[in-house]
């Protein structure tokens, strides 16, 4: 059976996209002043921080959140709850503790077909069994800046993005001779046991070094039986204003987190030992492609989800001639922990269950070598796996993308990007993990191979604006999934 497959996006959307009147003077480029940057949010991936005083932009088929200036009714305490207020984007919660299991869809499609990036890093595909969903519990909001939804397949810039993408800007600090910082600390309080205690250092010196530290912890009982959740995080970003215009920043992310399964509670099931100062949970209602085979956990002792994460992070953004070089390293290390009861009262255990992913991204963007073109290329190489196999899997990709200007309501996006994937995997006729794990070492080798799949995926979008407020596009694209 073929680990990966190649899915054909089709979209001849004919839509009229009405954005809000207030947002549609920020939708194609910023207030101009002297010495301003211009904006196209629509057609390149936004880099800074464009929004001003603005708490949102919305674009026909780009959102970009100012999560200091975002408000909404009742608490805000994760990247979720920001996320469920963008345009074309839901997001699927079971109850009121931050879970791993928890879903966000672009125009319907779920975490399988879409990606999520922090400062244009992947995070969906981590680890050796590339679990396609994201774990929002290890991306505290702490310190973010701004948030970017794409939605659609049509964008080069983000690859296996064949519902839409999230890109999570993080706060890298200010450039300021002003040595005082800016200093936040926050405390609530909420029902179910609900604590957060959080700290924000931001700042600059010298006009040369840019600052930004996080600190945070979480915890609550929950409001089902078992689902407590008890989270700590810490995360650093110190920025270098080079003299050549540019920024080198660097970024380290700590976040321990653990969640609780809700273990089943029903009075008609025995083995639930069910306590009546809880909601009743029944196992033939839970959904096992939302929770996994730990959503029918029982109770009997410990029944958690634990993880030890550490991100690391160097990005270099620097002007260059007619664009924008940005060059980008990355590496993820994290163990995982999975417990939980069955039925029958066996604790089924998952420990140490370690990741590590390390990538590089090289992109030059938005350079204009014939008049009315805003050309983009870039590629990338990615690597996923475990201790044991660092390169359990092997990514390679590039792409080339031109943004034209036809005329100044006409505008076609198109492009293409090339993969190529790489996996261990097992020859036809492979007898089986019982058979293989009893053959000497020589004998297993010669059943071992390795995968490659490659794949052409070209892209267009046709935007015709009637006004900053009415946009009608069409759009074709061919994206490649991976497992």
Same mark, same amino acid.
């Given at each position: 059976?073929?680990?990966? *497959? ?10 009229? %996209? @009405?954005?809000? &009147? ?9 207030e101009k ?11 390149v !991936? ?18 970009v959140?100012?999560?200091d ?5 009742g ?17 699927l ?11 966000v869809?672009?125009r ?5 077909? !879409?990606?999520i ?7 969906r595909?981590?680890?050796?069994m590339g /679990? ?17 939804v794409?939605?659609? %397949?049509?964008?080069?810039?983000? &690859?296996?993005s064949m ?17 005082? &910082?800016? !200093? ?27 600052y930004?530290?996080?600190g945070a912890? #979480?915890k609550?009982?929950?409001?089902? #039986? ?12 110190v920025?270098?204003? @080079? ?8 970024g ?17 099931d ?14 033939d209602e839970v959904?096992?492609?939302t929770h996994?085979y $730990?959503?029918k956990? =029982?109770?009997?002792?410990?029944? =958690?989800? *634990? ?6 992070? !160097? ?7 007619? +664009? ?5 390293v990355?590496q993820?290390?994290?163990e995982?922990? #999975?417990?939980?009861?069955t ?15 390390m990538?590089?991204?090289?992109d /030059? ?13 870039? +590629?990338e ?7 044991d196999?660092?390169?359990? /899997? ?8 031109d ?23 097992? *020859?036809?006729?492979?007898?089986g ?9 020589? $004998? ?33 694209? #061919?994206?490649?999934?991976?497992p």
């Amino acid at each position: 059976m073929k680990m990966t *497959k190649t899915w054909v996006v089709i979209t001849i959307s004919f839509l009229f %996209s @009405l954005s809000i &009147p207030e947002y549609c003077a920020a939708q194609v480029e910023g207030e101009k002043g002297e010495g301003d940057k211009v904006y196209r949010l629509d057609k390149v !991936i936004v880099r800074d921080h464009p929004l001003k005083d603005e708490a949102m932009v919305v674009t026909p088929d780009v959102t970009v959140i100012n999560v200091d200036k975002f408000q909404k009714a009742g608490r805000i305490t994760n990247i979720q709850d920001v996320l469920s207020e963008a345009l074309g984007l839901d997001v699927l919660r079971s109850n009121i503790t931050p879970s791993p299991s928890e879903t966000v869809y672009i125009r319907g499609l779920d975490q399988s077909r !879409i990606q999520i990036f922090v400062d244009g890093k992947p995070m969906r595909l981590m680890g050796r069994m590339g /679990y396609y969903k994201i774990d929002w519990t290890t991306m505290p909001l702490d310190n973010v800046e701004t948030i970017e939804v794409i939605r659609g %397949s049509h964008s080069l810039l983000y &690859p296996f993005s064949m519902g839409g993408a999230i890109n999570i800007i993080t706060k890298k600090g200010k450039k300021t001779d002003e040595a005082k &910082p800016e !200093i936040s600390m926050t405390t609530e309080f909420g029902s179910y046991g609900a604590e957060s205690y959080s700290a924000n250092l931001l700042g600059g010196l010298f006009n040369g070094i840019g600052y930004s530290f996080a600190g945070a912890s #979480r915890k609550g009982d929950g409001y089902l #039986r078992n689902n407590y959740y008890d989270t700590d995080s810490f995360n650093a970003r110190v920025s270098f204003y @080079l003299p050549t215009g540019g920024t080198l920043s660097g970024g380290w992310d700590h976040v321990e987190s653990e969640t609780g399964y809700a273990v089943i509670n029903d009075p008609n099931d025995p083995a639930s030992d069910f306590d009546p100062s809880y909601p009743v949970v029944r196992a033939d209602e839970v959904d096992l492609f939302t929770h996994d085979y $730990e959503g029918k956990a =029982y109770w009997g002792g410990d029944s =958690y989800w *634990k993880k030890r994460t550490n991100e690391y992070n !160097i990005l270099l953004e620097q002007p260059l001639g007619p +664009g924008e070089l940005r060059a980008q390293v990355y590496q993820h290390q994290s163990e995982r922990d #999975r417990l939980y009861y069955t039925s029958t009262g066996v604790q089924v255990k998952q420990l140490d269950t370690e990741e590590y992913n390390m990538g590089y991204n090289l992109d /030059y963007l938005d350079f204009e070598l014939i008049t009315n073109h805003a050309f983009s290329l870039g +590629g990338e190489y990615r690597t996923q796996g475990d201790r044991d196999n660092r390169d359990f /899997y092997e990514i390679f990709s590039g792409y080339f993308q031109d943004v034209w200007s036809i005329t100044p309501p006409l505008t076609l996006t198109w492009g293409v990007r090339w993969y190529e994937f790489q996996s261990d995997a097992y *020859k036809a006729g492979f007898p089986g993990h019982g058979p293989y794990g009893a053959m000497s070492r020589s $004998e297993q080798k010669t059943w071992e191979t390795r995968r490659v799949e490659n794949e052409w995926c070209p892209k267009a979008r046709l935007d015709y604006e009637f006004d900053p407020g009415l946009t009608l596009y069409a759009a074709v694209s #061919r994206e490649m999934r991976t497992p």
